[in-house]
């Protein structure tokens, strides 16, 4: 277990992991869009065919959020990134030399399975290991990774300027880059002894008893700490299993895989679905854009926040901006309105994936976040399908609108649940008296109430 860190190295570990994770989804997800028009000329192919391929990309990436924990356990962080490097890099190579649709979609499944091998996952269990102000930590390292969005597209735009370049050359240049990129992020990881062994390790380290209060201020001495002390966090680790079983669990998941799929969706169909009904082509990419900014710098402005308040109400509030500016998206094509649309997206998707994230480190403890992280980034798979649905329903009424009210309602059902959560206890917490988690086998550990 560490101890402490240099402040040096582990700010240099916290930049390098953050800035392979804006590398690698400025080459995936930012990219591919950007990319795919020339893809489908060259190729053609339909626009159906093509756009699939974003859905295995999603879908693969989702469901392969159970592989870090695999990894990590059994090989250590950074050979886990070492990994997902050649793995991304083999999925780029291949799409800069794809000529049908299987070697298509092939790369795609191995991008979207490198993809939280390189990710939030990794990040998120070297933060719960090197930080105390874990909130930040994640808020700046989300803010870093965050800049894929923007980065992406000029990445291709700048390539394909260039004479003679084509989207097999940008491809190409990608897989080069991403390995070195791996590989020069694990060389930084690796300076820390603990993440260059197997994570198993430290899962057999006898417990020690922490007397200390579950609600607990960062520094005494500290300003932040004085509007910090209502902050929950547990003393003792739950074990992956029993944190499952909670309601809270449960809750912080349905809130991710819903922020999720308000993304995906958003993203992907905004455009098309304001240009239908009038709104000129400029004014809508230039919301979307809006809304990725917004993302971006709202990330580190709620990493800090997240020593300072209760994570729940940033949480709450995120997923109330993002029922407000859904509602706006589906119902009105005013500009003034649709900034709404665009701010309230923008802190939603920026906020609501990093609350629930430092949520579950405060709730349930960071001996085993690496399971419970994964699992409820596994539910982000079901978000691929929120694109899908919303086309079918296209189809069927002949706008998108139903969908964007959908994910609205949806939004303010979870809210509902998440204003309302407490901090997970044990069934037989007793009046009068506050209880902290404990491992299958022990007894709880009781701090008298104040």
Same mark, same amino acid.
């Given at each position: 277990?560490?101890?402490?860190?240099?402040?040096?190295?582990?700010?240099?570990?916290?930049?390098?992991?953050?800035?392979?994770?804006?590398?690698?989804?400025?080459?995936?997800?930012?990219?591919?869009?950007?990319?795919?028009?020339?893809?489908?000329?060259?190729?053609?192919?339909?626009?159906?065919?093509?756009?699939?391929?974003?859905?295995?990309?999603?879908?693969?990436?989702?469901?392969?959020?159970?592989?870090?924990?695999?990894?990590?356990?059994?090989?250590?962080?950074?050979?886990?990134?070492?990994?997902?490097?050649?793995?991304?890099?083999?999925?780029?190579?291949?799409?800069?030399?794809?000529?049908?649709?299987?070697?298509?979609?092939?790369?795609?499944?191995?991008?979207?399975?490198?993809?939280?091998?390189?990710?939030?996952?990794?990040?998120?269990?070297?933060?719960?290991?090197?930080?105390?102000?874990?909130?930040?930590?994640?808020?700046?390292?989300?803010?870093?990774?965050?800049?894929?969005?923007?980065?992406?597209?000029?990445?291709?735009?700048?390539?394909?300027?260039?004479?003679?370049?084509?989207?097999?050359?940008?491809?190409?240049?990608?897989?080069?880059?991403?390995?070195?990129?791996?590989?020069?992020?694990?060389?930084?990881?690796?300076?820390?002894?603990?993440?260059?062994?197997?994570?198993?390790?430290?899962?057999?380290?006898?417990?020690?008893?922490?007397?200390?209060?579950?609600?607990?201020?960062?520094?005494?001495?500290?300003?932040?700490?004085?509007?910090?002390?209502?902050?929950?966090?547990?003393?003792?680790?739950?074990?992956?299993?029993?944190?499952?079983?909670?309601?809270?669990?449960?809750?912080?998941?349905?809130?991710?895989?819903?922020?999720?799929?308000?993304?995906?969706?958003?993203?992907?169909?905004?455009?098309?679905?304001?240009?239908?009904? +009038? /709104?000129?082509?400029? $004014?809508? *990419?230039?919301?979307?854009? &809006?809304?990725?900014?917004?993302? #971006? %710098?709202?990330?580190?402005?709620?990493?800090?926040?997240?020593?300072?308040?209760?994570?729940?109400?940033?949480?709450?509030?995120?997923?109330?901006?993002?029922?407000?500016?859904?509602?706006?998206?589906?119902?009105?094509?005013?500009?003034?309105?649709?900034?709404?649309?665009?701010?309230?997206?923008?802190?939603?998707?920026?906020?609501?994936?990093?609350?629930?994230?430092?949520?579950?480190?405060?709730?349930?403890?960071?001996?085993?976040?690496?399971?419970?992280?994964?699992?409820?980034?596994?539910?982000?798979?079901?978000?691929?399908?929120?694109?899908?649905?919303? +086309? /079918?329903?296209?189809? $069927?009424? *002949?706008?998108?609108?139903? &969908?964007?009210?959908?994910?609205? #309602? %949806?939004?303010?059902?979870?809210?509902?649940?998440?204003?309302?959560?407490?901090?997970?206890?044990?069934?037989?917490?007793?009046?009068?008296?506050?209880?902290?988690?404990?491992?299958?086998?022990?007894?709880?550990?009781?701090?008298?109430?104040?």
């Amino acid at each position: 277990m560490i101890k402490a860190a240099i402040p040096f190295k582990a700010g240099s570990q916290l930049v390098a992991m953050s800035s392979l994770e804006l590398l690698l989804a400025a080459a995936t997800y930012s990219s591919l869009g950007v990319v795919l028009p020339f893809m489908v000329m060259d190729l053609e192919w339909s626009w159906s065919q093509a756009g699939l391929g974003f859905t295995v990309l999603g879908a693969v990436t989702g469901l392969a959020s159970s592989v870090p924990p695999f990894l990590i356990r059994r090989i250590g962080v950074r050979n886990t990134i070492l990994l997902g490097g050649v793995l991304a890099s083999l999925g780029l190579y291949l799409l800069h030399g794809v000529d049908n649709l299987i070697q298509y979609y092939l790369a795609a499944a191995i991008c979207g399975l490198a993809y939280p091998m390189m990710a939030s996952i990794p990040t998120t269990f070297m933060v719960s290991r090197l930080f105390k102000r874990q909130s930040t930590a994640l808020g700046v390292a989300a803010t870093i990774s965050g800049l894929g969005t923007v980065v992406g597209p000029l990445m291709v735009l700048g390539v394909l300027a260039l004479k003679g370049q084509t989207w097999r050359n940008y491809w190409e240049y990608q897989a080069l880059a991403i390995l070195a990129a791996a590989i020069l992020c694990a060389v930084i990881i690796g300076l820390e002894r603990s993440f260059r062994r197997p994570a198993k390790e430290e899962l057999e380290v006898p417990e020690v008893e922490d007397p200390a209060p579950v609600i607990m201020p960062d520094q005494a001495d500290s300003p932040a700490s004085r509007f910090g002390r209502n902050i929950y966090r547990t003393t003792k680790d739950w074990p992956a299993k029993l944190a499952m079983q909670t309601t809270q669990f449960k809750i912080l998941a349905a809130a991710y895989c819903l922020n999720m799929m308000c993304l995906v969706t958003v993203t992907s169909l905004s455009v098309g679905h304001l240009i239908e009904r +009038g /709104v000129s082509e400029t $004014v809508a *990419g230039g919301m979307l854009s &809006i809304e990725a900014l917004i993302a #971006v %710098l709202i990330r580190g402005f709620s990493g800090a926040l997240g020593d300072i308040f209760d994570p729940k109400h940033l949480a709450t509030f995120a997923l109330f901006a993002t029922m407000i500016g859904c509602a706006v998206l589906a119902l009105t094509t005013d500009h003034v309105m649709l900034l709404l649309y665009a701010f309230g997206t923008g802190i939603g998707f920026g906020t609501t994936q990093l609350a629930c994230t430092v949520l579950l480190l405060n709730y349930f403890g960071r001996k085993y976040n690496l399971e419970l992280f994964s699992a409820m980034c596994v539910t982000g798979a079901i978000s691929a399908l929120g694109p899908v649905i919303g +086309g /079918v329903i296209r189809d $069927v009424s *002949g706008s998108f609108s139903l &969908i964007f009210l959908i994910l609205s #309602v %949806l939004s303010a059902l979870v809210f509902m649940f998440v204003l309302f959560m407490k901090p997970p206890y044990p069934a037989e917490a007793q009046e009068g008296q506050v209880d902290v988690p404990a491992d299958a086998n022990d007894v709880p550990y009781r701090q008298p109430a104040e």
